[in-house]
């Protein structure tokens, strides 16, 4: 028998459960390179991708060898771009961000901790921190995709390792105390 810990539901909307990643097809407008520049918030008048609404529905689950994160996630990618020409680089982005989320979520998962509270400590710090993390996935794929250095060598290991909770869990503990 599996006893459930927290649930923890960021931004309050469900998601599919067990380790799921859902991207829908992206939306896609087509602008002028104007109102492309404005919807890209001043970065771009050729296009760009925005994941919205992302959010992530986590729990803690017991099994044979300690308790474990079950993370699901799910976002809306958005595509802004003033040419259809463009539109395949911007797909690029679309498949970074999926890379990105699956990669998160088995780091998320392939933890285990001895009791319930430590894991509920880390999907907390992980839930906290998800707006966040996201936004590290947009500056790996810029640089990724655009050349563009924006990503630090720590959104590397908050994405693709969650190396990042740890520490957060540790601070939050050194706050309390």
Known sequence: MRRL???VLVAFVAVKASGSVDIPSPTIESRSPGRVLAACDGHSSKGCTKLEDARMLCECLEEKDGWRIDASVRATPSIYTASMSWLQHEMQHVWDFKFYLRSHVKALEARRYKTLQACD????AAADAF???VKSMGRLSAERRDGKILASSEDHLVVMKAEIMP????DRLADLG
């Not at 400590?121 to 907390?124: A, D, E, T």
Request: aromatic fraction near 0%; charge should be positive.
């Open 131 to 133: 707006p966040e993390t």
């Open 5 to 7: 810990g927290l649930v």
């Open 121 to 124: 400590r880390m999907l907390r």
């Open 167 to 170: 520490k957060l869990v540790d």
